[in-house]
């Protein structure tokens, strides 16, 4: 794979807005500026009368709110001229000033990094990728080398540069702090743990974000997919290991330390198969690459016993497809757990939907209707309805809008007290 770096700004496509369309819990404790940010984020643009009505405001406080916020350079009136009739004024709606920040969004990965620029209202300006670096020898300071590289040719792919970026949010695969920025342990560092997001935050001077990779995937399905209108939803990953990242009424749940929703920790046989945690029976070790990739050196022959872990992976799914029995032996026990631990994950938490998301090629022989109908036997309750599982197969970039997600945010917070204090 090669670097690759592009602008994806079309200022003449219509943009229908991102983020959360239901409202949560913590909602009610935001200051109204940042109420009104979001609700007119969520749809694109909305007239004063229709944030009043989906907040519950009077049209009063909207109307001195929003002039405020239109003073401060956040939120432009424009006039909508599909609704004109043609007759008096255009009707005139609220946008937010795209322009008035960016930030960068980021996927660290075993394979490859990637990365785009969002402005303010959250759509994609620019986007790109770089190979993980063949002299990466795994330590905290070449995977910020990388990330600095990496941030510098996606801010440039946007015609900005990093002055202009207001913050980065950051994801990658393993234990995550998400309050302090600390990586407790990653399949991509030899090392741990470290303090990632301080360093980097040092080395750009912006705040940077950092969270796992599973909740940022989970942040882009609640922002910029399905579970933009659901309540509670599970989206589960299976890429190097399993992951998950859970949505309960309406906002990403974290757990007491930012660290829980470890789906592929949680143990499905006592005395089971060694994991890479150091534990047994771990669902992960039934269902990740590795497991697969340990299965095959037993079950299959040819020269693959030393070969890379992608290439016996690939040569396992060749076989498989071309209706080796033994290699869909391995796809098909590897269902059987997975759909042992979705079921799981319906009985805890009772999700309207479960996404499972990743871009790995065995995913149409992992995910079968048959370990689906095998998932929904095991996970049927009294009311005999199991969640719907939908399977979206997307690619990094998706996981990069997640960080951005994450750190526009933050950057709402942050402008929004700034402005309330100035
Ligand atoms: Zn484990």
Redesign the pocket.
Known sequence: MNMTASSAHDPSAGFSGCGPLLSSVEDAAKPTRLRILEAVRATGHASRAEVAKSLQISPGTVTSVTAELISAGLLEEFERPYLNSGRGRPPVALRLVSDSHHVVGMKLSDVSHSAVVCDFAGEVRAEASIPRGQSSDGTAQSLLEEAVALFDLVTEAAGLRRSDISALGLGLPGLVDYTTGHVQWSPILTEGPVPLGPDLAARLGLPVTLDNDANLVTLAELWFGAGRAKSDFAVVTIEHGVGMGLVLGNSLFRGAMGLGMEL??TKVQLDGAL???G?RG?L??YVADYALVREASTAMQGPLINAAEGVVLGSLYDQAKAGNEAARSIFRRAGRFLALGLANVAHLFDPNLIILSGERMRYDLLYTEEVLAEMRMMSRNTRGRPPVVEVHAWGDKVWARGAAALALTDLTETVVRMEASA
């Open positions: 592929g920790h994991c890479r945690c534990q771990c992960e070790a």
